[in-house]
T-cell receptor, first 112, second 111 residues
């Protein structure tokens, strides 16, 4: 099994630019989660989808963040416009059985 | 605010010893608990799941759950330097698919 795939693995961008992070969940999994991890705040859940439908986006920090899941094998997390405080590692995770989540390798985002 | 609490460490143990990692949680509705291992610069890796009171063993790892005390632990027997990592405890959130993560305990196993 290929596991959860994320791209890009590293992203460096300037403040104000749009950033799009991509995720392909494990085939057959029906839930997808976007997390952000920083030293200060640890691992934070941003949003999760079940069967491609957003269920809980209460962790999305503000309107600059948006996420979509157009089909069972693809999701995006977009930040527009990006700010330096958005610098973090963004993880995507997927699960089949409720709660056993498997994480992708992450995208390290740096906003200058 | 539903929380999962862990001591941030570092917990330092000599090679071959038993490492004991602990976690408490506030949500009495939590039914399932998970331990993830995260090496520096890597993603969290699921190593243990536990759903009922008592012990669950998998190789050198034993997870323990006490719902009455709202306490979860992970024991690592015969600790190896390769076990040096941050261990994240997570609990399910009642009636959702969400997990509530602790901030992690950093374990250092020295030769």
């Amino acid at each position: 099994d290929a596991g959860v795939i994320q791209s890009p693995r590293h992203e460096v961008t300037e403040m104000g630019q749009e950033v799009t992070l991509r995720c392909k969940p494990i085939s057959g999994h029906n839930s997808l989660f976007w997390y952000r991890q920083t030293m200060m705040r640890g691992l934070e859940l941003l949003i999760y989808f079940n069967n491609n439908v957003p269920i809980d986006d209460s962790g999305m920090p503000e309107d600059r963040f948006s996420a979509k899941m157009p089909n069972a094998s693809f999701s995006t997390l977009k930040i527009q416009p990006s700010e330096p405080r958005d610098s973090a590692v963004y993880f995507c995770a997927s699960s089949l059985v409720a709660e056993e989540q498997y994480f992708g390798p992450g995208t390290r985002l740096t906003v200058t | 605010q539903k929380e999962v609490e862990q001591n941030s460490g570092p917990l330092s143990v000599p090679e071959g010893a038993i490492a004991s990692l602990n976690c408490t949680y506030s949500d009495r509705g939590s039914q399932s608990f998970f331990w993830y291992r995260q090496y520096s610069g890597k993603s969290p890796e699921l190593i243990m799941s536990i759903y009922s009171n008592g012990d669950k063993e998998d190789g050198r790892f034993t997870a323990q759950l006490n719902k009455a005390s709202q306490y979860v632990s992970l024991l690592i027997r015969d600790s190896q330097p390769s076990d040096s990592a941050t261990y994240l405890c997570a609990g399910s959130s009642y009636n959702t698919d969400k997990l509530i993560f602790g901030t992690g305990t950093r374990l250092q196993v020295f030769p």
